[in-house]
């Protein structure tokens, strides 16, 4: 089993910038790769960003990419969002995930709580 912990989601105007956490505990040592996705309301939930734990290897969706940035720290086993030029369209509840067991744009293993982001305009 593999524990996942988001924080960092808050309120902000448009323009401005967050950074996501996902903090990972338990079996972390089988993770290969890490990612985010978000749900707004009314709408299906949608792959954000993915990373490779094991050579940085990332994914973005169209929608995010050169805005957002994904991270992560081995040592801390902690995986990072840094969200840049946020617009109101990008207000959603934020999911940390881990172990895909398909594609990594779709299903994973685990899931962590989610944590709110609201882009006001």
């Known amino acids: 089993q593999v524990q996942l912990v988001e924080s960092g989601g808050g309120l902000v105007q448009a323009g401005g910038s967050l950074r996501l956490s996902c903090a990972a505990s338990g079996r972390t040592f089988s993770t290969t790769v890490m990612g985010w996705f978000r749900q707004a309301p009314g709408k299906e939930r949608e792959f954000v960003a993915a990373?490779?734990?094991?050579?940085?290897?990332?994914w973005y969706a169209g929608s995010v990419r050169g805005r957002f940035t994904i991270s992560r720290d081995n040592a801390k086993n902690t995986l990072y969002l840094q969200m840049n030029s946020l617009k109101p369209e990008d207000t959603a509840v934020y999911y940390c995930?881990?172990?895909?067991?398909?594609?990594?744009?779709?299903?994973?293993?685990?899931w962590g709580q989610g944590t709110q982001v609201t882009v006001s305009s």
């Open positions: 995930a881990a172990d895909p067991n398909g594609s990594v744009y779709g299903g994973y293993n685990y």
């Open positions: 990373i490779r734990w094991s050579g940085g290897s990332t």
